[in-house]
């Protein structure tokens, strides 16, 4: 064998190694890929099924109830258009609180409640997710727009 014919296998054999490995770390990247998601969205039905997603809005007033095991909590999501249940056991951010901004990630359970495997709550009092902010505006223009 030449040379010449040596040197085009082993270029071969390197492009063929370079795409399995990048056909590995971009399904390895799927499957860790979390989007985000509005209350509307989701009751809509857009998020998707048995894959992990986010959610993101504030926490409607008067909505949390803690159960007799301290440690799962039930509150609802809203973008002030629509409201998702969320189930959440664990310990929850200090900063977590009825009428503030939060994103929580989890999956969609039986009878569309939002099994949360985390929550996160805003760190300051002007700040909210970008996602989140933009979703509650829209339903706020969306509200006024079906009042008039």
Known sequence: MKSRHKKLIAIGLGVAGLGIIVALVLNAFQDNLVFFYTPTQVAAGEAPEGRAFRIGGLVE???????????TVRFLVTDTAQSIPVVYKGILPDLFKEGKGVVAEGKIADGGVFAATQVLAKHDENYMPPEAA???EQA????ATLAK
């Open 61 to 71: 007033m008067e909505s949390v109830r803690r159960e007799a095991d301290g440690l």
């Open 134 to 136: 933009h979703a509650v």
């Open 140 to 143: 706020q223009k969306a509200q």
